[in-house]
């Protein structure tokens, strides 16, 4: 049984096999940048993750799952319990890999498929996998994809403003308050804004909120203390808010 904890160190790169599946339960934990020769697939169906890429951030809720290609440098965190459950893949073995990131809603038969992946063991013959293998890949191409990712600027300039944003209670400003943090006008930083992230400061902002409130409902904190959290005028304006992004109330989000 592939069953880690906290403590272990895994470095699924190490392992001669076609799939690597893994099932662990963390606590607060920061696994610092990195990345596998392997593709990964992430699925945490207790908690939320939060992983930072290179120019991005990425948040997983319960109920999606997200692909990192092979050599994709990324940081994950959790702050609180998270049940998670990964594949790694050999992708010189499966032309099914992706080679960008993708974030899918797990269906009942994916998560099946995965759970059972995630348990099987290291040195299972590739023979007794294909079936398996080909029926996973089939719901996970066919499975709706989801856009949980945020653009990051990247020029120096924004250097503080993105330290701060790795901060628990850290709130996007309004743009007239965003000078402070950046040192530059308005208008610059409107502009370099929508060079370096393709958005708005406006969007972005908006999107930010989306994202830290998925984030903290997988947490199970009330819909009032997430208006709240992120300055909402009330309950009912946030639910709006996430009902226009997402289609659903938070609580339909979240519980599936």
């Not at 904190?221 to 959290?229: G, L, N, S």
Request: glycine residues 4%; hydrophobic residues 40%; negative net charge.
């Amino acid at each position: 049984m592939a069953f880690i904890d906290e403590n272990t160190r895994f470095d699924a790169d190490t392992i001669d096999a076609h799939v690597v599946g893994i099932a662990a339960e963390v606590g607060q934990h920061d696994s610092g940048m990195h990345q596998h020769t392997k593709g990964q697939l992430l699925y945490a169906p207790q908690g939320c993750m939060r992983f930072a890429f290179d120019n991005s951030l990425c948040v997983l809720p319960p109920t999606k799952a997200v692909w990192i290609p092979p050599h994709t440098p990324h940081r994950a965190t959790m702050t609180n319990v998270v049940a998670y459950r990964s594949l790694y893949f050999s992708c010189d073995d499966f032309e099914a890999c992706p080679t960008e990131i993708v974030m899918v809603e797990v269906s009942d038969l994916l998560k099946a498929l995965i759970n059972t992946m995630a348990l099987w063991p290291w040195d299972k013959p590739k023979e007794e996998m294909a079936l398996t293998t080909a029926l996973f890949w089939e719901c996970f191409h066919g499975a709706r994809r989801e856009q949980f990712q945020l653009p990051l600027p990247r020029s120096s300039r924004f250097d503080v403003f993105c330290q701060l944003m790795m901060k628990e209670d850290f709130l996007p400003p309004l743009l007239s308050k965003l000078t402070d943090y950046v040192g530059a006008s308005t208008k610059t930083i409107t502009r370099q804004f929508k060079t370096e992230t393709g958005m708005s400061y406006q969007d972005w902002r908006q999107q930010w909120r989306l994202l830290k409130a998925i984030e903290l409902l997988s947490q199970q904190r009330p819909v009032c203390e997430v208006a709240h959290a992120l300055d909402f005028s009330s309950d009912s304006a946030f639910i709006a808010f996430f009902k226009q992004h997402t289609g659903q109330t938070p609580r339909q989000f979240i519980h599936g």
